[in-house]
């Protein structure tokens, strides 16, 4: 009998102890947190894109709640997870702008050259550190190799025809592609302003006229055509200031290498002449 | 009939718990040395499951939920303890080769996660069938797995030498790599059957497929649409 | 000297992964990323060291002097769930950057084999308790070591598309896993 009863006297004895302890340990150690925190957790997408800088929804949401972190941060719940925040937190929140990432080439396989057959490691950052940048004849222009698709944890980006297009719909500024780049081809841009210059190239005319039939030559013209001020032309590049434009297209009208675009229009354009 | 069948089918094809759960990997690799070895650890498991599923499904009324999962450790502890006194005494052999993955059965995940997700809210005969079903499903994919180590690995199979004499056996497959090697092939295998289905990929399981319902935050990918509103509305500035 | 050896043979000679198959599920898991790999890796040291003390213990001062080998399995069970726990609750609130890196793995690592099986063989070979501890640290290194590698591997290998569809995720690790075993097999003179 007694050889039944030490060993259950014991595991008794065992768990009793490790209850007594687990109990006593859940009240002394218990950490106050403060409630609003699993709200804002229930608000925030939930996506862990680190897009707002934190490290996940979790941290951000600490970092709003005990930090008084900036409440719209968050680009992928955008504006109306900015409202709900300020709602918890009882703060006002202004108005943002929707952004969306944009790829700043249009040199796809047709348009621009290349310098040579690529074969290696299907990796824009790899194929970028060889000499020459890689291997677009233009060292500032797209790869295509998709180091930006691989880190999209929304699926906005595709390669077509060599370049990168991205997917305005799905795309949620978290920035992930703006830092993988290794040209810094991707820019967030507002997703209003439809008028937008598909260049990041520094080179001057003669190289452009050589590498790419889509490149900004720096030509001024629509600097010229500009009523608002809108579009300057530095370091070989037109650049617009999205804050003045008032998507009028008149720079996209005159330039000579339809470097300007207008995505409302795309459909609509006609194809330039390039020695125009 | 039809639920026991219906139980077989999920154990062994619809959610086996190897192929498509991807559980319990570490028994796996390790006791597959041998069909012989592999057999004898999926019965064993086969065993523990059926009697832990019909005893957690009878008291399931009477466990409170917050202290579940102990409980449901501290029942397959139990009758691990008991398999592995009646391996120790009956069939010393299968013992020595099974070694430490006899008591490593208590933290195989597929017996904790069926006890969760199916002995505690089911009878205990349609426990008893889901066990039946998992724990053959368990040991198909073992057998699986040792046939090919094993014939490999030592040209037999159960003892009986089936390739030639004149086959020098690849030890490597007996020993660990052997497993990595043989089970990541198996893998790449299915997934070409699953994608030409049109299913996902395999992956380890994650905190969603498990059963044991830690705290930890479990995110969830959110569907942004822009509506056509929204952008001619756009955020004011 | 002798606790060289059993540490040699715990990290190099007989790893926990790559050898004795323990943790793998853990080692698969978290092994897409380097730091939440080095966060696991450290999370098995901690809990290994504390367990086997708890679980020797436990087997020396209870379980063998009544003769109660046979309860084993369960009490060891039940000793790393509690201590683990108790343990979560107390980083948390003592140093919460602690708790960041390593929390959220605690839990994981409850049930890893990996755990229960340094116990039991600490048990099982006969250890004192510096023996155990020497036994359960050169495990949690090797853990460490083996996790930190395939972390590093994996994050070269998924950057390059040219692992076939068929093969991407789990099957390549498994096979690299095969590789790294290969190459650990080298120690068996060791010692």
Partial sequence: MTQILIPIAIMAGIGLVLAILLGYAANVFEVKQDPRVEELILVLPGVNCGGCGFAGCEAYAKGVALNGADPTLCTVGGPVVANQIGDIMGVKVNAQEIMVAYVKCNGDCEKAKDKYEYHGIMDCVSAAALPGGGAKSCTYGCLGLATCVAVCDFDAIVIRDGIAIIDENKCTNCGACVKACPKNIIESVPLNSRVRVACNSLDGARDIMQNCEVGCIACKKCEKACEYDAIHVNNNLAKIDYDKCTQCNACVEVCPKSTIENLLMIHKAKPKDITA | ?237 | ?191
């Fill in chain 3, 1 to 191: 000297m002798d606790l060289l050896i059993i540490f040699i043979n715990a990290m190099l000679v007989n790893n926990f992964v790559l050898s004795r198959f323990l943790g793998i599920c853990g080692f698969l898991g978290v092994s897409k990323k380097r730091d939440a790999s080095i966060g696991m890796g450290l999370a098995v040291l901690f809990v290994m060291s504390i367990a086997s003390i708890g679980t020797w213990s436990v087997y020396t001062f209870l379980l063998e002097p009544n003769g109660l080998d046979y309860l084993k399995t369960v009490a060891f069970i039940l000793v790393i769930a509690a201590l683990v726990q108790f343990v979560e609750m107390v980083v948390k609130k003592m140093s919460p950057a602690l708790y960041d890196a390593l929390g959220i793995f605690l839990p994981l690592i409850t049930t890893n084999c990996a755990v229960l099986g340094v116990t039991f063989l600490n048990v099982q070979d006969k250890l004192s308790l510096g023996g155990s501890l020497v036994n359960a640290l050169g495990a949690a290194l090797g853990f460490f070591l083996a996790i930190v590698l395939m972390a590093s591997i994996r994050e070269k290998l998924d950057r390059v598309s040219s692992v076939p569809r068929a093969f991407q995720g789990l099957p390549i690790a498994l096979i690299t896993a095969g590789l790294m075993a290969i190459s650990f097999l080298g120690f068996k003179g060791l010692i």
């Fill in chain 2, 1 to 237: 009939m039809l639920a026991l069948i219906e139980r077989l089918k999920n154990g062994l094809f619809g959610e086996n718990p190897v192929f498509v759960q991807v559980l319990a990997m570490c028994p796996f690799l390790a006791v597959t040395t041998s069909v012989e070895n592999a057999l004898g650890m999926g019965l064993s498991t086969l065993t523990v499951l059926i009697f832990s599923n019909a005893l957690i499904s009878a008291v399931r009324k009477f466990i409170p939920n917050k202290i579940r999962i102990p409980a449901f450790i501290v029942i397959i502890a139990g009758f691990v303890s008991i398999i592995d006194l009646f391996l120790a005494a009956y069939l010393p052999d299968l013992y020595k080769s099974l070694g430490l993955f006899i008591p490593l059965i208590v933290v195989n995940c597929m017996i904790l996660g069926r006890a969760e997700a199916y002995a505690s809210k089911n009878s205990v005969l349609h426990s008893v069938y889901d066990a039946l079903g998992m724990g053959l499903g368990f040991t198909m994919a073992l057998s699986i797995l040792a046939f090919f180590r094993e014939i490999l690995g030592a040209g037999t199979v159960l003892g009986f030498q089936i390739l030639p004499e004149a086959y020098e056996p690849a030890n490597i497959m007996i020993l660990a790599p052997g497993a990595f090697l043989t089970l990541g092939l198996i893998m790449a295998f299915i997934n070409n059957k699953n994608l030409k289905k049109g299913k996902d990929l395999l992956k380890i399981h994650d905190c969603e497929s498990c059963g044991m319902g830690c705290d930890m935050p479990k995110p969830e990918k959110m569907n942004i649409k822009l509506d056509a509103e929204a952008i001619q509305k756009g955020g004011a500035n």
